[in-house]
C-alpha cells in the first residue's frame, strides 16, 4: 500500500513537471501573439484544438457518460475560476515581464496551502502558515519598486496575484473532485468553460469598440481588442496552443488527482525557471534585481512547505 501511494506520488509530480513546461510554452506563446490578436480570439482557437485532444483521451476513461459528474456546481466553479486566472495572467504578461507576472503568479502554492485547511481538510501547522507569511513578504519585495515608481504599472502589478488566487482554487477544487472524476473529465469541462467565455466575450466586444476608447491600457486592449482573421504563419503557433492545451488540461488534473496539493503545489516552481529563460531568449527580458530577491524568498518558502510535508 505504501508502495502504491509512493508510486502515485511521484506521478503526480511527473505530471506537474510536464504541465508546467507546457504551461511556460503557452505563455511564451500567447505574450508573442497579443500584439495582434485578442485575447478571446487565442483562446477559443487554442480550447477548440485543446477539446478535440481531450475528447480522445476521454474515450479511454469512460467515455462521455463520465461528464455526467457529481457535485456540478463545483466544476463550474472550477471552470469560471481557471478561466479567471488565466484571463488575469495574460492580461499582465503584455504589460509586464514574463519572468516577473510568474514570480508574482508563484504565490499560488502558497494560496493552495491556506485553502487546503478549509477545502480539503489537510492539516496545515502554525509553522508553514508562517511560511506562507513569509511568501506574500517575497511578493511585496517584486511589487515595491512598481507601486514606488511614477512610471509603475499601477493595478497591473495586482493582476498575477489575482490570478494565483484564482488558480489556486482550481488546484483545491481539482484535488476535491478528482477523486470522483477522472482527469480527461476534469479537463474537458476546463476546455469548454474556455470556449463558452470567448464566445461570451466575442458577442459583447468582438467588434473592437471598447479597445478604441482613449486612455485605454495595454492590458485591457488586450482583453476586449477586435477579432481579426488570422495570419498563415500564425496559424502554427495556434494549432501548438491547442496541442499545449489538451497537454496541460490532462497533466495537471492527474497531478492533483494523484498527489496531495500540498506535495506537488511547490513543483510549480519550475514555471518559473523557463518563465526566465523564454522571456530573455525571446523577449530579450531581463527581470530587476528584486525580482530575483522576491522570487527566491518565495520559492523558500515553498520549499519549506514540502519539507514539512514530507516530515509529517
Known sequence: ME???????????????IGMF??????????????????????LIRSVIGICITVGLLRFEGGFAALRVQQPGLHVARALCIVFANSAFYAAIVAMPLATASAIYFVAPLFVTLLAIPVLGEAVGPRRIAAVSVGFIGVLVILWPELDSAAGLGWVTALPV??????????VLT????????????A???????????????????????AAQEGISES???????WVWPERADLPVLAGLGLLSGIVGYSMSQAYRMAAAAVVAPFEYLL????????????GEWPKPTVFLGAAIIVLAGVYIVWRERGK
Open 22 to 43: 507546457c504551461i511556460s510554452l503557452n505563455d511564451m506563446a500567447v505574450k508573442a501573439l497579443s500584439g495582434g490578436y485578442p485575447l478571446h480570439e487565442i483562446v
Open 175 to 186: 484535488r476535491k473532485l478528482g477523486a470522483a472524476a477522472p482527469a480527461s473529465v476534469l
Open 220 to 226: 485591457s486592449r488586450f482583453l476586449l481588442r477586435a
Open 272 to 283: 518559473l525557471i523557463y518563465s526566465l529563460f523564454w522571456g530573455w531568449t525571446v523577449f
Open 3 to 17: 508502495n502504491s501511494a509512493q508510486h502515485r506520488t511521484l506521478l503526480g509530480v511527473m505530471f506537474m513537471s
Open 188 to 210: 474537458f469541462n476546463l476546455q469548454a468553460a474556455f470556449i463558452l467565455s470567448s464566445l461570451a466575450v466575442y458577442l459583447i466586444a468582438g467588434d473592437g469598440r471598447f
Open 162 to 171: 489575482m490570478a494565483a488566487a484564482g488558480y489556486a482554487v482550481t488546484s
